[in-house]
């Protein structure tokens, strides 16, 4: 499972980078870019509450495959296109909607599946794992993607990227039994794979109930949600802008960057990672997410190259300082039967504002430039954050 995600993990750093680069010289505009994003989220929030009630009822690594299979063919599909000159912006939005609406089923079954092969004791290191793994493709993705359109063009980032699906496919493939299609075994917790209306609306109803019921739980959800908007908009739509626009640089600086922000995070999942248990979890969350929101406003304020790459790498640091606190967290507090339940309404709580965060990112940037974007949305980010530490049950997680 672990290798097949890394691999599949490095061919999209590959394509993400690939793909804003294509739609920056096919449009120029910020706008186009947001769309995108927009397209490719909006069937995950629409999707994501039903794919965690499904998650936890089906064969969760037989989702992942058929999930990898999917996304491999689509992924191929555009890559031929743009092999044969005739890829456009509105092909890049139907590719989008299918990577969204199959995100909504694979991300809640590959967070729910890891405590289901790793003991309890070891998955703070699995997670960490999990994380590194992430940020290492996203090292090595970013610099090979922006080689590959320097030199061999993006149909070819594109199609790598397919093969990556087809390979992380083949390795979930010995995991799978298939003496059931997608129905979940009889030891499952869940007790019956029927479903119906009112199964389907109670087992919402529980995951809702239990995120109710641990203030840490909403309250961060809550502010994922609002600083998204402000930070996730900037980053996502804005950083070819303000590397192109700002800074005045090519493909290359774009790579480095994303390159840094994941050796940044590397290095915090390594460090994180090797820690038996994480004391102050709620104030190393959140002081963790201040300084990130604080070095976004830096970039929009600062020309200075290396110190935006020094920026890149601390607050990929910061992040995934974040990442593992809130992913242990979750798989402590959370009984695996309602895990995938309780991912999907993360999901859907902490991204559902991100769609009007691309529109309005992409909007603001060909207004008022991406540098003016970054240094406002970093000091708004930076007051949402702190509005979580005014709960004594966030300052008090331990």
């Given at each position: ?250 493909v290359g600086l774009l790579g480095a960057l994303y390159s840094l922000f994941s ?136």
């Amino acid at each position: 499972m672990w290798s097949g995600q890394t691999v599949s993990r490095l061919g999209d750093s590959i394509y993400r980078l690939a793909l804003a680069w294509w739609v920056l010289e096919k449009t120029g505009s910020a706008v186009a870019m947001g769309t995108v994003l927009i397209f490719s989220m909006l069937p995950l929030l629409l999707f994501v509450l039903i794919g965690g009630m499904v998650v936890d009822r089906v064969d969760r690594k037989k989702l992942m495959l058929f999930s990898d299979l999917l996304r491999g063919l689509a992924v191929a599909i555009i890559a031929w296109f743009a092999f044969a000159r005739l890829l456009e912006v509105w092909h890049i939005y139907l590719l989008s909607i299918l990577f969204g609406l199959v995100d909504a089923f694979f991300q809640p079954a590959y967070s729910a599946l890891v405590p289901e092969v790793v003991l309890p004791t070891d998955r703070p290191s699995a997670n960490s794992l999990t994380s590194m793994s992430a940020q290492v493709t996203g090292v090595v993705g970013p610099a090979v993607g922006a080689a590959i359109v320097a030199f061999g063009g993006t149909p070819l980032a594109f199609a790598l990227d397919a093969g990556s699906f087809i390979i992380s496919a083949a390795c979930i493939l010995p995991m799978v039994q298939w003496s059931y299609f997608l129905i979940q075994q009889p030891s499952s917790s869940t007790g019956s794979s029927k479903l119906s209306i009112k199964t389907a609306w109670k087992d919402i109803l529980d995951g809702l109930k239990f995120v109710a019921g641990s203030p840490f739980l909403w309250i961060t959800i809550s502010i994922a949600s609002l600083s998204n908007i402000t930070l996730s908009g900037p980053t996502g739509v804005g950083l070819p802008f303000l590397v192109k626009d700002h800074l005045h640089a090519g493909v290359g600086l774009l790579g480095a960057l994303y390159s840094l922000f994941s050796v940044g995070s590397v290095i915090g999942a390594i460090y994180y990672g090797s820690k038996i248990r994480l004391r102050r979890r709620g104030l190393l969350a959140y002081f963790s997410w201040i300084i990130g929101a604080g070095l976004l406003a830096f970039f929009g304020l600062n020309k200075n190259i290396l110190l935006i790459e020094a920026g890149a790498v601390i607050m990929g640091f910061c992040f995934a300082g974040f990442e593992q606190v809130w992913v242990n967290s979750l798989q402590e507090l959370v009984p695996n039967e309602l895990l995938g339940r309780v991912t999907s309404l993360d999901y859907l709580g902490s991204y559902a504002l991100l769609p009007v965060g691309y529109a309005i990112t992409g909007w603001a940037i060909d207004r008022f430039g991406a540098s003016q974007v970054f240094f406002v949305g970093g000091l708004i980010g930076v007051a949402i954050t702190m509005l979580g530490l005014l709960h004594p049950a966030v300052r008090h997680f331990d």
